[in-house]
């Protein structure tokens, strides 16, 4: 919804500076046509990279802009004209309404063509290709216009002026779309890495941490002890799993769900050690969403929530269920509160979080209510 309100702001600013530029030219006297025609293709940008569309599709939508918006200007105004005869009053309102109609159309495209969804990879000069590609185009559409139907006929050295004027700007825009691009790319590597940084620095602190650690030994402790050799190899095991499973996801920001619930389930296996009677974790997952992908460590940093912060008693046993619908999957527990609230930072969340809005602009749902806590993760199609 945020987002929504931002893109409209963009939209509505730019409807109101195309028609403050159509009534200063036309009290000026002076031509309008590659103003506006400039500023709609900075219009189309803005929304497309904020919407993070590639190349390729920035292009058609450069072009679909400047056609149907030369279409649609024209329409509007003969509508407005029929009902308003001041002329400057008729082309400001018609441009007004025609921006905003076309700004939500490109807009809406962008919503309904996730396949052109940019994934930050650096950008080549394929896709610049197309953009420059686009505004040749847009230039023989707007030459053809000026020749057939403007006055500019009157003018002298009109192709001249109009490749001074228009496509010299184009070529800016060009050279500020790769930059914006290159920007894009390195800010979102950026982000990756401060990710994957801090994702290793939340794992380490809460896997290798005095309190893990002692739990840990402790148990294995007292399985050794008690003589139960198979629990206790059973128990190294694990252990080890799960640090084998952190060392080989180091470097991967999100991993397939299948690999993430054998991480989790390492972990629970090693906590029903530790609690015998009392924890209960179920699971109804979908097969055909094993292969989507979550943010690495995700599920089992819930788990450990849930178990941090609930108490569990074997007449009172703490539920778990991880639910998978084809689109998200949400881990969800009963409330016991223990006597002695835990302590929470809540950055476990906040990176889980912040890693999915990074992703793929989707954020977790969180659900709590005095007798029931849930998290809703997207499921990611990466």
Same mark, same amino acid.
């Given at each position: 919804?945020?987002?929504?309100?931002?893109?409209?702001?963009?939209?509505?600013?730019?409807?109101?500076?195309?028609?403050?530029?159509?009534?200063?030219?036309?009290?000026?006297?002076?031509?309008?046509?590659?103003?506006?025609?400039?500023?709609?293709?900075?219009?189309? &940008?803005?929304?497309?990279?904020?919407?993070?569309?590639?190349?390729?599709? &920035?292009?058609?939508?450069?072009?679909?802009?400047?056609?149907?918006?030369?279409?649609?200007?024209?329409?509007?105004?003969?509508?407005?004209?029929?009902?308003?005869?001041?002329?400057?009053?008729?082309?400001?309102?018609?441009?007004?309404?025609?921006?905003?109609?076309?700004?939500?159309?490109?807009?809406?495209?962008?919503?309904?063509?996730?396949?052109?969804?940019?994934?930050?990879?650096?950008?080549?000069?394929?896709?610049?290709?197309?953009?420059?590609?686009?505004?040749?185009?847009?230039?023989?559409?707007?030459?053809?216009?000026? @020749?057939?139907?403007?006055?500019?006929?009157?003018?002298?050295?009109?192709?001249?002026?109009?490749?001074?004027?228009?496509?010299?700007?184009?070529?800016?825009?060009?050279?500020?779309?790769?930059?914006?691009?290159?920007?894009?790319?390195?800010?979102?590597?950026?982000?990756?890495?401060?990710?994957?940084?801090?994702?290793?620095?939340?794992?380490?602190?809460?896997?290798?941490?005095?309190?893990?650690?002692?739990?840990?030994?402790?148990?294995?402790?007292?399985?050794?002890?008690?003589?139960?050799?198979?629990?206790?190899?059973?128990?190294?095991?694990?252990?080890?799993?799960?640090?084998?499973?952190?060392?080989?996801?180091?470097?991967?920001?999100?991993?397939?769900?299948?690999?993430?619930?054998?991480?989790?389930?390492?972990?629970?296996?090693?906590?029903?050690?530790?609690?015998?009677? #009392?924890?209960?974790?179920?699971?109804?997952?979908?097969?055909?969403?094993?292969?989507?992908?979550?943010?690495?460590?995700?599920?089992?940093? @819930?788990?450990?929530?849930?178990?941090?912060?609930?108490?569990?008693?074997?007449?009172?046993?703490?539920?778990?269920?991880? $639910?998978?619908?084809?689109?998200?999957?949400?881990?969800?527990?009963?409330?016991?509160?223990?006597?002695?609230?835990?302590?929470?930072?809540?950055?476990?969340?906040?990176?889980?979080?912040?890693?999915?809005?990074?992703?793929?602009?989707?954020? $977790?749902?969180?659900?709590?209510?005095? #007798?029931?806590?849930?998290?809703?993760?997207?499921?990611?199609?990466?």
């Amino acid at each position: 919804m945020k987002r929504f309100v931002t893109n409209t702001t963009i939209i509505l600013s730019f409807a109101a500076g195309h028609a403050l530029m159509v009534y200063l030219c036309h009290l000026g006297g002076i031509a309008n046509e590659m103003l506006l025609t400039l500023l709609t293709m900075i219009m189309v &940008m803005v929304l497309c990279f904020r919407r993070k569309m590639n190349l390729l599709f &920035m292009a058609a939508a450069l072009i679909l802009a400047n056609v149907f918006g030369l279409l649609m200007g024209f329409r509007v105004a003969a509508l407005i004209g029929k009902a308003i005869s001041d002329q400057i009053a008729v082309y400001t309102l018609s441009t007004f309404l025609s921006t905003i109609l076309l700004g939500y159309i490109i807009l809406g495209l962008t919503y309904i063509s996730p396949s052109f969804i940019d994934k930050g990879e650096k950008p080549d000069d394929k896709g610049l290709g197309w953009l420059l590609a686009s505004f040749v185009i847009i230039l023989c559409i707007r030459m053809i216009v000026i @020749l057939l139907f403007s006055e500019a006929l009157n003018k002298d050295n009109i192709v001249l002026n109009v490749i001074v004027d228009y496509a010299v700007s184009c070529m800016a825009v060009v050279f500020l779309a790769g930059y914006a691009r290159e920007a894009d790319a390195r800010a979102i590597h950026a982000n990756e890495e401060a990710d994957l940084a801090q994702s290793q620095y939340t794992n380490l602190k809460q896997q290798v941490n005095p309190h893990f650690l002692f739990n840990s030994l402790n148990t294995l402790d007292c399985l050794v002890a008690e003589r139960q050799d198979n629990e206790a190899r059973s128990y190294i095991r694990k252990l080890s799993g799960m640090y084998r499973y952190m060392l080989q996801n180091e470097r991967e920001a999100v991993v397939p769900l299948r690999e993430e619930l054998g991480y989790a389930d390492m972990y629970v296996e090693l906590m029903k050690v530790r609690f015998p009677e #009392g924890l209960n974790v179920e699971k109804d997952i979908r097969e055909d969403d094993m292969s989507k992908k979550v943010v690495t460590y995700s599920i089992q940093m @819930l788990l450990e929530n849930a178990i941090k912060h609930n108490s569990i008693m074997a007449d009172n046993p703490l539920s778990i269920r991880i $639910i998978s619908d084809g689109s998200k999957v949400t881990v969800e527990n009963n409330v016991i509160p223990k006597l002695t609230p835990v302590t929470s930072t809540g950055l476990g969340l906040k990176y889980i979080q912040q890693s999915y809005m990074d992703r793929s602009e989707k954020d $977790i749902i969180i659900k709590n209510t005095p #007798g029931n806590y849930s998290v809703t993760l997207p499921l990611l199609n990466l």
